[in-house]
């Protein structure tokens, strides 16, 4: 199996950035897919971005597409969200999620996901 810990989330003013990173370990981390998921208060768990075992395929949710950037450095087994032009919406705890199989493209279902992160939590004020 495969430990991780989340980082970076924090306040951030309308219209800035934020990279959050995941820090895995344990199992090699190349052989899991990482996906993104959030969830504000009172909604249920969004999907986010994921990326597969290579790097070379990436996914996003609607809400996030274009804004967001997900990578991940296999090396350093740590994957990354880059997240600009922050609006308030975008305020929830972020999670992330490592799952050990898949199909081509990575899954968007967070019941696909085998392990997750404790969540960092990201704050947009206006």
């Known amino acids: 199996q495969v430990q991780l810990v989340e980082s970076g989330g924090g306040l951030v003013q309308v219209g800035g950035s934020l990279r959050l990173s995941c820090a895995a370990s344990g199992r090699a981390f190349s052989s899991y897919v990482v996906g993104w998921f959030r969830q504000a208060p009172g909604k249920e768990r969004e999907f986010v971005a994921a990326?597969?075992?290579?790097?070379?395929?990436?996914r996003y949710g609607g809400s996030v597409k274009g804004r967001f950037t997900i990578s991940r450095v296999n090396a350093e087994n740590t994957g990354y969200l880059q997240m600009n032009s922050l609006k308030p919406e975008d305020t929830a705890v972020y999670y992330c999620a490592a799952a050990a199989s898949g199909s081509v493209l990575p899954p968007t279902r967070h019941d696909d996901y085998d392990y997750w992160g404790q969540g960092t939590q990201v704050t947009v004020s206006s």
């Open positions: 990326i597969n075992r290579s790097g070379s395929r990436t």
